[in-house]
């Protein structure tokens, strides 16, 4: 008893919607620079949205508190909840190793100082910038990942 053969499925065969080599090219993400951006929070959800981009970037921000202190360090943590006063950040300040933990309702500004330290490290700049040095000549090309300073 034969019964069909995997590769004669329909899923198989040129142009069909599952063609591997259709596949193999996926869209990219685009990174938005928010680096200097200082949003305005006028409303709950411009808060949140800000907070949440803040949250993605890979530098320093500094948040304005509503009693007009000052914290600049990196966000590396949230909690979302159902109101300003239930959600906080977390953030590591620059001149102290303490975590601080801060509600959405305290935040009175919100600015994006820092550099984003992975800004331009994409693997796509990686590799044009190795193949431009062997190009080059310019001595050994390694396979050394670049200092983040």
């Given at each position: 008893?034969?019964?069909?053969?995997?590769?004669?499925?329909?899923?198989?065969?040129e142009?069909?919607?599952?063609?591997?080599?259709?596949?193999?090219?996926?869209?990219?993400t685009?990174?938005?620079?928010?680096?200097?951006?200082?949003?305005?929070?006028?409303?709950?959800?411009?808060?949140?949205?800000?907070?949440?981009?803040?949250?993605?970037?890979?530098?320093?921000?500094?948040?304005?508190?509503?009693?007009?202190?000052?914290?600049?360090?990196?966000?590396?943590?949230?909690?979302?909840?159902?109101?300003?006063?239930?959600?906080?950040?977390?953030?590591?300040?620059?001149?102290?190793?303490?975590?601080?933990?801060?509600?959405?309702?305290?935040?009175?500004?919100?600015?994006?100082?820092?550099?984003?330290?992975?800004?331009?490290?994409?693997?796509?700049?990686?590799?044009?910038?190795?193949?431009?040095?062997?190009?080059?000549?310019?001595?050994?090309?390694?396979?050394?990942?670049?200092?983040?300073?």
């Amino acid at each position: 008893m034969s019964g069909p053969r995997h590769a004669d499925r329909p899923s198989h065969t040129e142009g069909s919607p599952l063609d591997p080599d259709a596949l193999e090219v996926a869209p990219g993400t685009l990174h938005e620079s928010v680096q200097g951006w200082v949003p305005q929070l006028a409303s709950e959800e411009e808060l949140r949205i800000a907070l949440e981009k803040a949250f993605d970037y890979r530098g320093d921000v500094t948040l304005t508190l509503k009693d007009h202190s000052k914290i600049e360090g990196y966000i590396f943590d949230r909690i979302t909840g159902p109101s300003l006063s239930t959600s906080y950040v977390r953030v590591l300040p620059q001149d102290s190793s303490q975590k601080v933990k801060i509600a959405y309702a305290d935040i009175a500004a919100l600015a994006f100082t820092g550099r984003d330290t992975a800004a331009g490290k994409s693997w796509e700049a990686w590799v044009r910038k190795y193949w431009e040095n062997k190009a080059s000549g310019h001595g050994v090309v390694n396979l050394e990942p670049e200092s983040l300073e």
